[in-house]
């Protein structure tokens, strides 16, 4: 059985470290003069997207 | 929907695999509508009434101001300390959509109506503000993407988590153990919106 559930779980891995390196490379691009401040507030929205769509889960 | 969807995997692997991809697949499109729906309202609101001259440029103060008070305020509620309303189109998703349709299409339906996330109650208010945060920008790819990543994240968690509760016996107490960590879940998460909230208005004020 560990042997399908472990590549779900890479897979999610996987997934979930190239959408924050993506979300975290084009939060400093599209930023003309990105501060910590700027980068936080483009980023934090996406952060509660994920979490809040993860807790979700422990709903009924 | 782990109850349902995810209880599958007691029957057999296929068909818990194929109902949980049309699910995610479901949830993640009408999450994804959503966010552009939002952002295409907000962005024909916003230059409907200023126009396109570069002092309308979004996102502005007049919408990130009532939407940092309201992270705020809407944190304090999700940690108990103050009451809120919450408003939903449905209390819950007919139970009887199983019984009818299931598994696959009463999987695509459970994903496209809990994917829009106002059918069922909210228990994390951080959802609001999310959707706010889309009108606001007024842009669809930015809605369409923030709201994607909460479909995403709500639904393909569904996988691992549904295999490893339902896989053998001792489900019941597996759930329940999960659903228990809903308070904890809530309090983290409410910490952030309020982080979001002070940020906000604090980007306001530079």
């Known amino acids: ?60 | 929907m782990i109850g349902t969807v995810g209880s599958l995997v007691q029957e057999t692997f296929k068909r818990w695999l194929l109902a949980t991809s049309l699910y995610i697949v479901a949830a993640l499109s009408a999450s994804l509508f959503l966010g552009a729906f939002l952002g295409a309202v907000g962005y024909m609101l916003h230059y409907g009434v200023c126009g396109t001259a570069p002092s309308c440029a979004l996102p502005n103060a007049v919408g990130a101001l009532p939407v940092g008070l309201l992270a705020i305020a809407y944190a304090a509620s999700d940690l108990g300390l103050i009451r809120l309303p919450r408003p939903t189109v449905m209390d819950r998703v007919p139970a009887t959509w199983w019984q009818k349709w299931q598994p696959y299409k009463a999987a695509l339906l459970y994903g496209g109506a809990l994917g829009l996330g106002i059918t069922t109650q909210i228990t994390f208010s951080a959802f609001y503000i999310l959707c706010a945060w889309c009108f606001v920008n007024g842009n669809v790819a930015y809605g369409a993407l923030l709201m994607a990543t909460y479909g995403t994240a709500r639904a393909v968690v569904l996988l691992p988590v549904s295999w490893r509760i339902y896989r053998d016996a001792h489900s019941h107490e597996r759930l329940g153990r999960l659903l228990s960590k809903g308070s904890v879940a809530r309090d983290i998460q409410a910490v952030l919106l309020g982080v979001f909230g002070v940020e906000l208005l604090l980007s306001l004020l530079r």
Do not use: H, N
């Open chain 1, 1 to 60: 059985m560990d042997r399908i559930y472990r590549p779900i779980q890479g897979v999610l891995l996987l997934g979930g470290s190239m959408l924050g390196g993506f979300l975290l490379v084009f939060s400093a691009v599209s930023l003309e003069q990105p501060t910590p401040m700027t980068v936080a507030l483009g980023l934090l929205p996406f952060l509660l997207a994920g979490l809040t769509g993860i807790a979700k889960t422990t709903t009924a």
